[in-house]
C-alpha cells in the first residue's frame, strides 16, 4: 500500500512521557492525486522492559514486536502498520497519525447506569486485549476462583482517586493563594 504514496515532507515531534528520548516523526506522503495525502507517525522501538527479568525477546527487531503486539490485541489494526531498522541498527514502527479514539465527557454522565455501562465498556475492551496477549486459561487459573484481585485492583483505584482529589484540592488552593496561575474552565 505504501508504494502508492511519495515523500513531501516529515518533522521530528515530541510525543507523550512513554517515549521520552526516542526518535518520534510525523511523515505526510502523497497519493496519486492532491486529494489522497497520508500522514503517518513514526516512533522509534527501543527494548522491552520485560527482557530484564525474562530475557531477550523472540522478536529481533524491537518495533516488530511492538507491531506484533498491537495486531494481537487491537481488534483491527492499522493497515499500514509496519516497521523498519535503520541504517544505524535502530528500530522503528509506522503508522497512520489519526486519533480515532473515542472519549466520554466522564463528568457529563448523570445517571449512575450510563457510567456503569461506560465502564463496562472500558472493561471489556480492557479484558478482550488481556485475552488475546496471553494465556487467558493460565491467567484464570493463576487468579483462581476468589475475588481477592477484584478487591486489590478496586482498593488500588480507590487510593489513586483519593490521591487525584488530594492533588485536586491542593491545586485548588494554591491558585485561590496566588502560588499558581491557572485559567479554571467550568
Same mark, same amino acid.
Given at each position: *500500500? !505504501? ?9 521530528? #515531534?515530541?510525543?507523550?512521557?512513554? &517515549?521520552v ?7 505526510l506522503l502523497?497519493? &496519486?492525486?492532491?486529494?489522497?495525502? !497520508? ?12 527482557? !530484564?527479568?525474562l530475557?531477550? &525477546?523472540?522478536?529481533? =527487531? ?10 494481537? *490485541? +487491537? ?20 503508522? +497512520?497519525?489519526?486519533? *480515532? ?11 449512575? #447506569?450510563?457510567?456503569? $455501562?461506560?465502564? %463496562?465498556?472500558? $472493561?471489556?475492551?480492557?479484558?478482550? $486485549?488481556?485475552?488475546? &496477549?496471553?494465556?487467558?486459561? %493460565?491467567?484464570? %487459573?493463576?487468579?483462581?476462583? =476468589? ?12 487510593t489513586? #482517586?483519593? +490521591? ?11 491558585? $485561590? ?10
Amino acid at each position: *500500500m !505504501l508504494e502508492r504514496y511519495g515523500l513531501v515532507d516529515f518533522a521530528r #515531534t515530541v510525543v507523550g512521557v512513554g &517515549s521520552v528520548g526516542t526518535r518520534c516523526y510525523v511523515v505526510l506522503l502523497q497519493g &496519486s492525486a492532491e486529494t489522497d495525502p !497520508l500522514f503517518l507517525q513514526i516512533k522509534e522501538a527501543g527494548h522491552s522492559e520485560l527482557e !530484564l527479568c525474562l530475557g531477550p &525477546s523472540r522478536y529481533r =527487531n524491537h518495533a516488530r514486536r511492538v507491531v506484533a503486539g498491537q495486531r494481537l *490485541m +487491537q481488534a483491527a489494526s492499522d493497515i499500514f502498520l509496519g516497521w523498519i531498522r535503520d541504517t544505524e541498527g535502530r528500530d522503528f514502527y509506522w503508522r +497512520q497519525l489519526r486519533d *480515532m479514539k473515542g472519549s466520554v465527557a466522564v463528568a457529563g454522565l448523570k445517571r449512575p #447506569t450510563a457510567l456503569e $455501562a461506560y465502564v %463496562a465498556v472500558c $472493561a471489556w475492551a480492557l479484558a478482550r $486485549a488481556h485475552a488475546c &496477549s496471553g494465556d487467558r486459561f %493460565a491467567i484464570a %487459573a493463576y487468579l483462581g476462583g =476468589n475475588d481477592r484481585l477484584d478487591r486489590a485492583v478496586a482498593d488500588f483505584a480507590k487510593t489513586c #482517586t483519593d +490521591q487525584v482529589e488530594r492533588d485536586y484540592e491542593r491545586l485548588l488552593t494554591a491558585v $485561590a493563594g496566588g502560588e499558581v496561575q491557572a485559567d479554571i474552565a467550568v
